[in-house]
């Protein structure tokens, strides 16, 4: 009998940190799951194979473990991981967080009180060095929360899905959705959310299951969708303008191709909660990031007076110091503040 949970994980290098994360994993007190590695054909590809061997020898039959012929790319790592998942589900961890303690069986029971779950939004929190040194968390709700199939529901879940780890996708929709479409963007998450959720229904798991390992150096640009976009090692300002056209462009044909309405709702979520996207450019020199904000403008963020305020708080005030009144206002709440008019689903 399949699984209930296929926890996958995209590796490409990082071989040294994928223990602290398989045993975070392997200590789970849930037991209906498998986990499956698909190796996207990296410098580190031996190195991997003899971590995933060492722990399949401990833990016979657990690991499914596949190496690409071809480097596929982010993208198309994660539809190949949804083709050889057997799960129901599909919970994905970047190659370097952790999951804590109780996940598994958290994501289980919110999946079993809800009825034709599509996908799980979960709250996160971001480390740096060790998982004892949080930094932020990301919560965005204060209780579990239903979500009706619509455009409402896409609406909210869509850019809160951007970052991979901890996400919950049923795969039998993700297979029926599957495309080659937006290789080149990373956020062929976002493509399925979108998708899956015109006809399926989304819950909100306010516990943090996943931890993110903050500083860790990129690795896009190496697949052959990815060339000339992104660049290995570095985030450019060209690179960040060329993701949020990808974010615009997926909402943009959801709409068009599912008739709902999103795109207006989508962009206006984006700008008012566009600090990080500002901010991951703000080390620039003031001309290159003042030319990349009117590039983030351009794209229709500007119609949002939030980002302006964003973009001169960040001109006046600096990172750090905005950083720090967004922790500690998060922090006051308990959650992530409601800006602009955010659907909140239903609480059952």
Known sequence: MPPKISVCIPAYN???VLPELLDSIVAQDFNDFEIVI???RSPQREQIAEVVNRYSSIH????RYFENSENLGYDGNLRNLFEKSQGEYCLFMGNDDLMCEGALAKVAAALSRHPNIGVLLRSYAAFEGSPDNIVQTFRYFDQELFFPAGAQTISTIYRRSVVIPGMVIRREAALRSATTRFDGTLLYQLYLVANILVEMNAVYLPDVIVLYRNGGVPDFGNSAAEQGKFQPKEQTPESSVHFMRGMLAIAQ???RERQVKIFRPIVRDIANYSYPILAIQAQKPLGIFLKYGWSLARLGLARSPLFLVWFFAILILGTKRVERLIVWIKKR?????????????ESR
């Open 333 to 345: 709440l308990g959650h992530t503040p409601s800006l602009g008019n955010v659907y909140r689903g």
């Open 38 to 40: 698909c190796e996207d």
């Open 60 to 63: 016979p039959g657990l690991i």
């Open 14 to 16: 990082r071989a040294g």
């Open 253 to 255: 044909y959801i709409e």
